[in-house]
T-cell receptor, first 108, second 117 residues
Framework: DAKTTQPNSMESNEEEPVHLPCNHS???????IHWYRQLPSQGPEYVIH???SNVNNRMASLAIAEDRKSSTLILHRATLRDAAVYYC?????????FGQGTRLTINP | EPEVTQTPSHQVTQMGQEVILRCVPISNHLYFYWYRQILGQKVEFLVS????????KSEIFDDQFSVERPDGSNFTLKIRSTKLEDSAMYFC???????????????FGSGTRLTVV
């Protein structure tokens, strides 16, 4: 049980920002929020993770709500290569549990 | 950037045969994992390994499966007698660990596609 809720699919245009939402209303205070993506025929790829404050790296930004019940992955300028399934995962004690994720389509 | 390496990339085996899938995790990582993904389905946790023993396993990881870290670098998944339903992509992953492995990002390998015929 992944215990996160994401839209099944989203669509965006190339070179525009993308905001991928995730709800995790039952998250505990010590669970990190992880985001991974899976391109076609490849393994999951780490995108970003955080606990309370917003996080930025070269791939994306993670905005975490103040109550930690939701978060948003932000791709600042989508490219065709960003088309993938994006997984929002609560970091349990010992392992990551994947849900169905959000299939992101990028239109040229 | 450090990588998790998996071999082979594709393996075809006959039903009932034993297979060994190999992984080289990132060298300073402490937690190691196997996941699998049946075609069209979600990524499923199989087993986690820490300090030379299994720390957690799923219901999928029955007596037909075993894991081993035979030396300081390799991490293997063995399926003793393969079934048709074992056909899937198998992903190895590692995490830095140091207390709570999910406080760190996981690095996944590119997977081994196992086809049982």
């Amino acid at each position: 049980d992944a215990k996160t809720t994401q839209p099944n699919s989203m669509e965006s245009n190339e070179e525009e920002p993308v905001h991928l939402p995730c709800n995790h209303s039952t998250i505990s205070g010590t669970d990190y929020i992880h985001w991974y993506r899976q391109l076609p025929s490849q393994g999951p790829e780490y995108v970003i993770h955080g606990l309370t404050s917003n996080v930025n790296n070269r791939m994306a930004s993670l905005a975490i709500a103040e109550d930690r019940k939701s978060s948003t992955l932000i791709l600042h300028r989508a490219t065709l290569r960003d088309a993938a399934v994006y997984y929002c995962i609560r970091g349990g004690a010992q392992k990551l549990v994947f849900g169905q994720g959000t299939r992101l389509t990028i239109n040229p | 950037e450090p990588e998790v390496t998996q071999t082979p990339s594709h393996q075809v085996t006959q039903m009932g045969q034993e297979v060994i899938l190999r992984c080289v995790p990132i060298s300073n990582h402490l937690y190691f994992y196997w996941y699998r993904q049946i075609l069209g389905q979600k990524v499923e946790f199989l087993v986690s390994f820490y300090n030379n023993e299994i720390s957690e396993k799923s219901e999928i990881f029955d007596d037909q499966f075993s894991v081993e870290r035979p030396d300081g670098s390799n991490f293997t998944l063995k399926i003793r007698s393969t079934k048709l339903e074992d056909s899937a992509m198998y992903f190895c992953a590692s995490s830095a660990g140091l207390g709570r492995p999910t406080n760190y990002g996981y690095t996944f390998g590119s997977g081994t596609r196992l086809t049982v015929v």
